[in-house]
């Protein structure tokens, strides 16, 4: 690169970083998240707190990094300090509602060992976990923020769930890996979702953007690997089963049964020793 060429480019990028009026505290945020998941857990934390006045001034020292780290962000809908305090007397709620969703992974998931290690170890139960942080932010106007703290989890999981989606209680992730749910997205109680897991829009059109575009699952629904269920309208009934690889854009009704049926075509050569030719 010429002199004159980068003094014109650095000239270009001092105008663009100019024009940012706030850099938003995102790694720091996404931090103070993984150490609020640390005390409601102490099965994710490096050290376990051990006693009560241990436990309330570190409660205290997080919501005071939280009204700060907040005191950034602009636009907010309610003083920083005010929706720190908010935010946080919510947590024995947030506590409560995480371990429905490790207890009923733990019953729906026969390779699971315990509470214990799905707390510390499993990907969707993270994922939720800091989904239910996200979208307790989204639902308070807080702009942003809720956004990085969403795509964290879904850079640390390969797990992507917009915070807006709203999710009921006892929820499973199984596996987790490719799972989308986006913005619109509404989930009932006791829903299992496997890996692949598609919850979209028929469209990606910007003019649908103020309206709902994502499904609706109600209760006790199992999805299996690789379904993808689209649209606003689409409504899958309580006590449904929707099997793996299935393309759904219409409701199905309650105590539904959907699988995708695949041909599996065989043929073998006279020779043992030839190859296997399959045709699906």
Same mark, same amino acid.
């Given at each position: 690169?010429?002199?004159?060429?980068?003094?014109?480019?650095?000239?270009?990028?001092?105008? $663009?970083?100019?024009?940012?009026?706030? %850099?938003?505290?995102? +790694?720091? *945020?996404? &931090?103070? !998240?993984?150490?609020? #998941? @640390?005390?409601?857990?102490?099965?994710?934390?490096?050290?376990?707190?051990?006693?009560?006045?241990?436990?309330?001034?570190?409660?205290?020292?997080?919501?005071?990094?939280?009204?700060?780290?907040?005191?950034?962000?602009?636009?907010?809908?309610?003083?920083?300090?005010?929706?720190?305090?908010?935010?946080?007397?919510?947590?024995?709620?947030?506590?409560?509602?995480?371990?429905?969703?490790?207890?009923?992974?733990?019953?729906?998931?026969?390779? $699971?060992?315990?509470?214990?290690?799905? %707390?510390?170890?499993? +990907?969707? *139960?993270? &994922?939720? !976990?800091?989904?239910? #942080? @996200?979208?307790?932010?989204?639902?308070?106007?807080?702009?942003?923020?809720?956004?990085?703290?969403?795509?964290?989890?879904?850079?640390?999981?390969?797990?992507?769930?917009?915070?807006?989606?709203?999710?009921?209680?006892?929820?499973?992730?199984?596996?987790?890996?490719?799972?989308?749910?986006?913005?619109?997205?509404?989930?009932?109680?006791?829903?299992?979702?496997?890996?692949?897991?598609?919850?979209?829009?028929?469209?990606?059109?910007?003019?649908?953007?103020?309206?709902?575009?994502?499904?609706?699952?109600?209760?006790?629904?199992?999805?299996? !690997?690789?379904?993808?269920?689209?649209?606003?309208?689409?409504?899958?009934?309580?006590?449904?089963?929707?099997?793996?690889?299935?393309?759904?854009?219409?409701?199905?009704?309650?105590?539904?049964?959907?699988?995708?049926?695949?041909?599996?075509?065989?043929?073998?050569?006279?020779?043992?020793?030839?190859?296997?030719?399959?045709?699906?």
């Amino acid at each position: 690169m010429s002199t004159a060429v980068a003094e014109r480019f650095a000239e270009q990028l001092a105008q $663009a970083h100019a024009a940012v009026p706030n %850099i938003l505290p995102g +790694p720091a *945020f996404c &931090a103070l !998240a993984e150490q609020v #998941l @640390a005390v409601l857990f102490p099965e994710r934390a490096i050290r376990p707190l051990t006693s009560t006045d241990a436990i309330v001034a570190t409660l205290y020292q997080l919501q005071a990094e939280l009204s700060s780290l907040l005191s950034l962000v602009p636009e907010l809908p309610a003083p920083p300090a005010k929706l720190a305090a908010t935010l946080f007397d919510q947590l024995p709620a947030l506590r409560s509602a995480l371990l429905r969703d490790a207890t009923a992974t733990l019953a729906a998931d026969p390779a $699971a060992q315990g509470l214990a290690e799905i %707390i510390s170890s499993y +990907p969707g *139960f993270y &994922a939720t !976990a800091l989904h239910r #942080l @996200a979208h307790a932010l989204h639902v308070r106007g807080v702009p942003r923020l809720p956004r990085l703290l969403s795509e964290y989890a879904h850079r640390e999981t390969g797990i992507d769930i917009h915070p807006g989606a709203r999710i009921g209680t006892s929820f499973c992730i199984d596996h987790g890996t490719g799972i989308v749910i986006g913005e619109t997205a509404q989930i009932g109680a006791h829903v299992q979702i496997y890996q692949g897991v598609t919850l979209g829009a028929l469209s990606v059109t910007k003019a649908l953007q103020s309206l709902k575009r994502h499904p609706t699952i109600e209760d006790h629904v199992i999805i299996y !690997a690789n379904a993808t269920i689209l649209g606003g309208s689409t409504v899958i009934g309580t006590h449904s089963i929707i099997g793996g690889n299935v393309w759904l854009t219409e409701s199905v009704p309650s105590h539904s049964r959907v699988y995708h049926r695949a041909q599996l075509h065989m043929a073998r050569q006279d020779d043992p020793a030839g190859e296997l030719m399959f045709s699906i």
